[in-house]
């Protein structure tokens, strides 16, 4: 007689709640890499989606893909969005995808461009789709 395996079933976590000792619990992620991931995840105010993690200084790809099995977003993150036409140069300094030097690009775009959008800045260079993208999540 045969015996059935039985799969063992993966309790699917909340990426943005999820403490570092959870993570750990991924292959491939130690005690480093665990408070890494929440570090980046609290300067970002929160993961918007899996494919961020990708972001994180020394995540190798396979073990995104490790983690993108045992976790989902399931919290969204809460965060005021600045207006883009009113965002102080300090305001945007606290965007995480944003350099000083394009922070002071933008406000002197703005200054020269009373209607400046993020649309706009797409024919800028440095400033691609997915930059534009990420920067949506912080400004408005």
């Given at each position: 007689?045969r015996r059935?395996?039985?799969?063992?079933t993966?309790?699917?976590?909340?990426?943005?709640?999820?403490t570092?000792?959870?993570?750990?619990?991924?292959?491939?992620?130690?005690?480093?890499?665990?408070?890494?991931i929440?570090?980046y995840?609290t300067?970002?105010?929160?993961?918007?989606?899996?494919?961020?993690?990708?972001?994180?200084?020394?995540?190798?790809?396979?073990?995104?893909?490790n983690v993108?099995?045992?976790?989902?977003?399931?919290?969204?993150?809460?965060r005021?969005?600045?207006?883009?036409?009113?965002?102080?140069?300090?305001?945007?300094?606290?965007?995480?995808?944003?350099?000083?030097?394009?922070?002071k690009?933008?406000?002197?775009?703005?200054?020269?461009?009373?209607n400046?959008?993020?649309?706009?800045?797409?024919?800028e260079?440095?400033?691609d789709?997915?930059?534009?993208?990420?920067?949506?999540?912080?400004?408005?």
């Open positions: 007689m059935e395996r039985n799969p063992k993966v309790e699917v976590k909340d990426l943005n709640t999820s570092a000792a959870d993570l750990t619990q991924v292959r491939g992620i130690g005690a480093v890499l665990s408070e890494r929440i570090k995840r300067r970002l105010q929160g993961f918007d989606e899996l494919n961020q993690l990708y972001e994180v200084y020394g995540l190798d790809s396979l073990v995104v893909e993108k099995r045992q976790f989902k977003i399931k919290t969204k993150p809460k005021t969005k600045i207006s883009d036409a009113l965002a102080t140069l300090e305001a945007l300094l606290k965007i995480p995808y944003l350099s000083k030097s394009e922070a690009k933008i406000i002197g775009l703005r200054t020269r461009n009373q400046l959008t993020l649309k706009n800045l797409r024919s260079p440095g400033f789709s997915l930059k534009i993208e990420r920067l949506a999540l912080y400004l408005h």
